[in-house]
């Protein structure tokens, strides 16, 4: 996977072909070394971001045949922050590079003929988009030396966290808010992580959780390596245009909670774009979010540059985050790109579940149907149209959410013999008839 190369920092040994540079903060234009260990800016205090050399990273794209890279997180490491080739080989190795399947039955029922969905939802090891963004931190992680690790989480960045510190023989520590998908908390002690939740909703656990990693000492995945977790979700965007023969599409649709994932999709086009991969400029990206916690679709349409931060009541745990960190970088990205958003509540989000579920065969957390119904809206008004390409993003498996899902009960208890079960079936197909008409 990895090439013995000199790093971008002038440092020798054995390293990736990563060309990432330095910490940068894009609101003041504040820069760090990358050894430095820092997390927000020291000027203006927003969260950092990383740059790189893209010069570089064009001469060695060139050097790699695609044929010989690796079909995981890795592919395009020239891209991604990690310097260390033991650490990238400890995480991630079977991470990323999941499908993109042509959604033509769930297109047909919402006017699309070109509709495809980036399913994140079979993602390893733990079932979600956030297997990307912990892959990164657990790798700085190793590259730091540590031993332990924390995370703050509404549910899927904990799994993720428990399943590579398990793989990586790292420590994890996982804290949850009051309000949490409990199978994902269950996951997490099967993986064999101590969990903690608190009496209080994400966004004060995530301000505690801040205090507790100065205090301690103890890095956590999604606040002090955060520079790192960040790059991680580009690579769906790579991911996805490289599986449309390198052609960008029309429209992206994602949920969004703390922005991470949605301003990478735009780091991401941009990165395609500098380095003459695909014509990504093009491409309008477009928010989902639950009307019970929606500041980022709020702050778009209302037209605000900043985020107007709200205390979520949505049944979308994982998307309930209030006060989203990576929120004004959405805001930019969506205006400056041409998209826009929509929240949708929580019987529409059941409902694109359901309906996902139905046309298309794969099983939704509400974020899937946060997704789903927030499409189905756009389609309806046109900002989407019939023959443009589409691109929908499921963020993760509803096999971890079925508790939270509207009962659907069935028949239970019927005599075990057949004249009893071939009763009941015509039952159920003329309910099947009269649903579908």
Not at 75 to 83: G, K, S, V
Not at 144 to 151: A, D
Not at 308 to 332: E, F, K, N, Q, R
Request: hydrophobic share 40%; net charge negative.
């Amino acid at each position: 996977m990895s090439a013995r190369c000199e790093a971008a920092d002038g440092q020798s040994g054995a390293q990736t072909r990563s060309c990432a540079t330095a910490f940068c903060c894009r609101t003041c234009g504040q820069s760090f070394p990358l050894s430095e260990s820092v997390f927000t800016c020291e000027r203006c205090g927003r969260a950092l971001d990383i740059d790189y050399d893209y010069e570089l990273a064009r001469r060695r794209l060139a050097e790699l045949d695609l044929a010989v890279r690796p079909a995981n997180i890795w592919r395009f490491e020239e891209l991604l922050p990690i310097r260390e080739s033991a650490a990238a080989r400890r995480v991630g190795q079977h991470s990323g590079c999941t499908p993109l399947i042509r959604a033509d039955r769930l297109g047909a029922e919402l006017g699309l003929r070109n509709l495809y969905l980036k399913d994140d939802s079979t993602s390893r090891p733990s079932l979600s988009y956030k297997d990307r963004v912990v892959s990164m931190a657990l790798a700085r992680l190793l590259e730091l030396g540590g031993s332990e690790i924390g995370c703050v989480s509404t549910g899927n960045v904990g799994t993720a966290v428990a399943a590579f510190a398990a793989k990586a023989a790292v420590t994890p520590y996982v804290f949850y808010p009051n309000r949490l998908e409990h199978m994902k908390a269950q996951a997490c002690r099967a993986l064999g992580a101590k969990v903690c939740q608190v009496e209080g909703n994400y966004d004060e656990a995530n301000r505690e959780c801040r205090a507790l990693a100065l205090e301690s000492g103890m890095e956590f995945a999604n606040i002090t390596l955060r520079p790192f977790y960040a790059e991680g979700a580009k690579t769906v965007t790579f991911e996805i245009v490289e599986q449309l023969a390198w052609q960008a599409p029309a429209h992206i649709v994602t949920p969004a909670a703390g922005g991470t994932l949605s301003s990478r999709i735009d780091k991401g086009l941009g990165e395609l774009l500098q380095l003459g991969l695909a014509e990504t400029d093009q491409t309008r990206i477009h928010i989902a979010q639950p009307e019970g916690c929606a500041p980022i679709a709020s702050a778009i349409l209302d037209g605000d540059a900043d985020i107007h931060a709200c205390t979520p009541t949505t049944m979308a745990h994982s998307l309930a985050i209030g006060s989203p960190g990576d929120g004004y970088l959405v805001i930019d990205a969506v205006n400056r790109r041409g998209g826009t958003a929509r929240s949708v509540d929580d019987e529409e989000i059941f409902a694109g579940v359901d309906l996902l579920a139905s046309t298309e065969g794969i099983l939704t957390e509400p974020a899937g149907g946060t997704t789903v119904a927030v499409l189905s809206r756009l389609a309806s008004e046109g900002v989407v149209r019939d023959d443009e390409v589409v691109v929908a993003i499921i963020t993760g498996n509803g096999l971890k959410t079925l508790e939270d899902h509207p009962s659907k009960p069935w028949r239970s208890k019927v005599s075990c013999n057949s004249s009893a079960m071939l009763s009941v079936l015509d039952e159920l197909r003329a309910e099947t008839a009269a649903a579908t008409g």
